[in-house]
T-cell receptor, first 113, second 113 residues
Framework: GNSVTQMEGPVTLSEEAFLTINCTYT??????LFWYVQYPGEGLQLLLK?????DKGSNKGFEATYRKETTSFHLEKGSVQVSDSAVYFC????????????FGKGTMLLVSP | EPEVTQTPSHQVTQMGQEVILRCVPI?????FYWYRQILGQKVEFLVS????????KSEIFDDQFSVERPDGSNFTLKIRSTKLEDSAMYFC???????????FGPGTRLTVL
């Protein structure tokens, strides 16, 4: 079956540091890949996505590249801000129109001034 | 981006009681999903609903759970006889035709005592 593995958190960084959150997946076929973010007390928001190999998703300074050869979709940001403190979830769906999402366990990011 | 509201934001109930969680999409969508997140754990798929019937469900979604769209607008999740282990955040999500993205509501925190 499908599964997503994320690095354990919390990840603690100082403002303006470089961020990497690792995500690898197991899936049959060609899944779509997503990063969702959950700010304290809020629901899940789509951060970025990629639907095929070598696609790069980007949003708000965050980037992730769909690497089929390593089955990875690592999240990166060049310079984090305190406001980026949240829980980040990597997820995949089968690449058919209305398939369910399979999530990783989430990685908490804490950014200090 | 479609808006999704969920009510109530927090529900406290006694074990064995029935609860109904509601999801109200602002615009018309065909595809609905319920996920749950037990505190500190990953987001888990419960059920998907398309064209007024269940299209897929997980092993978590047993006979105690049911979903319906009673008035063509609200999308509800009913738990017939709650258990302590049902305590979780429940998220409704909407699917847009032709895309793999899902848009999540803010969630309902269910506490079973």
């Amino acid at each position: 079956g499908n599964s997503v593995t994320q690095m354990e958190g919390p990840v603690t960084l100082s403002e303006e540091a470089f961020l990497t959150i690792n995500c690898t997946y197991t899936a049959t076929g060609y899944p779509s890949l997503f990063w969702y973010v959950q700010y304290p007390g809020e629901g899940l928001q789509l951060l970025l996505k990629a639907t095929k190999a070598d696609d790069k998703g980007s949003n708000k300074g965050f980037e992730a590249t769909y690497r089929k050869e390593t089955t990875s979709f690592h999240l990166e940001k060049g310079s984090v801000q305190v406001s980026d403190s949240a829980v980040y979830f990597c997820a995949l769906s089968r690449n058919s129109g209305y398939s369910t999402l399979t999530f990783g366990k989430g990685t908490m990011l804490l950014v200090s001034p | 981006e479609p808006e999704v509201t969920q009510t109530p934001s927090h529900q406290v109930t006694q074990m064995g009681q029935e609860v109904i969680l509601r999801c109200v999409p602002i615009s018309n969508h065909l595809y609905f999903y319920w996920y749950r997140q037990i505190l500190g754990q990953k987001v888990e798929f419960l059920v998907s609903f398309y064209n007024n019937e269940i299209s897929e469900k997980s092993e978590i979604f047993d006979d105690q759970f049911s979903v319906e769209r009673p008035d063509g607008s609200n999308f509800t999740l009913k738990i017939r006889s709650t258990k302590l282990e049902d305590s979780a955040m429940y998220f409704c999500a909407l699917g847009i035709a032709g895309f793999n993205e899902q848009f999540f509501g803010p969630g309902t925190r269910l506490t079973v005592l």
